[in-house]
């Protein structure tokens, strides 16, 4: 079929439903099998093994967008690639996304959440680090991407004191 008939689709965007924790894996498996994939991911500071690391997370979890031509796309491959549950659809048909929705999603600036995200002002927190060890403090702000501002009674006053973001935990 010649691209020019009236008929020819149009490539689209389609959603595609992941297994459980397995959208990076889809995202790479169609992207080596010559899919056009988006899978737009956010970075979130998290705790881990007591330090603070940046990871990237799914912006929208259990989902990734894949480009497709409905008419001359070849569909089989991606209901048997790992990491895919379903295309969705809506009746038998796939549901398509506004070319416009995935143009403004990469048009976003790399999307960052920043250090504040694990943290949020006025929220009581314990330093598990350094010369306040076990001491528990309300935390400030950030300053930076690794130092944090947190108010700690010391000697009956309240105190400004700036530590490394990673020397914090949540006080549960």
Known sequence: MSTSHPHAAKARWYVIQCKGGESFRAAEHLANQAFEVFHPVLDIKRKRQGKLATVSEPLFPYYLFIRLDQVVSNWRPIRSTRGVLRL??????PVAVPDALIDSLRRQPHRQEGSHSYFTAGEKVTISDGPFKH??????HTKGEERAIVLLNVLQRPQHIELALDSLEKTP
């Not at 969705?88 to 048909?93: M, R, V």
């Open 88 to 93: 969705l659809t809506f009746g038998d048909q």
């Open 135 to 140: 001491l528990e403090a309300v935390f400030k």
